[in-house]
């Protein structure tokens, strides 16, 4: 059975994870967009940027958030008092640049696979670039949106090494399932660790069936329309 704290840590987990997934799309979106249809010399550099935390221990970039969001850092003492680390804004910054590529790469991809040929035949009917973008862009692009949604969503809530950098384990504030589950196996108290453990593993393999029939059933659609213009 889960404990009161265990319960608490995952709303926790829960309202971080909707918070960074919300942000990350927002601010994800034109910068996927901007990645697949660019053809600037810079493009290279800032999809390594983008990508830079798959590759990177969690516990260096936890750190360096650390050092810019704590007391004597930049955004620690221009936007909080005394500092945004050990705080749920910290970990959310810290948590929106640790999933970014999660939420990027997928969209970016997308967005390649839709192509130009839609956008120039839109184009051609008169509509303007903001209209392309939201009627025929994001439209064909919406399973990798389902994809990036999902999974940024499973990897905030699967993050350890950087959320207990920058946020510590404050119960209520930045104790999040991760960091609970951590707690039960450093006391021993395996059976707990394996309550709270099986609830996430649960969600996770849900919110991946989710994505992966999801993009089944619309490969098999798309399969079906291509078959039926074909047909006389």
Known sequence: MLTPADTNALLLTLRLALVTTGILLL?????AWFMARSASRFRAVLEAVVALPLVLPPTVLGFYLLLVLGPRGPLGTLFAEPSLAFTFPGLVIGSVIYSLPFVVQPVQNAFRAAGRAPLDTAATL???????????ALPL?????????????????????????????????TRVASIAVYDHVETLNYASAHALSLVLVAASLLML????????????????????????
């Open 27 to 31: 601010i994800g979106t034109p910068l």
């Open 126 to 136: 008169g509509a303007g670039p903001l209209d392309r973008f939201f009627t025929v």
């Open 141 to 173: 692009a919406r399973p990798g949106f389902v994809t990036a949604s999902v999974l940024g969503f499973a990897h905030t809530v699967g993050e350890f090494g950087v959320v207990l950098m920058i946020g510590g384990n404050i119960p209520g504030v």
């Open 209 to 232: 069936i989710v994505v992966y029939a999801y993009n089944h059933q619309h490969d098999q659609q798309a399969a079906g329309a291509g078959t039926a213009r074909v047909l006389p």
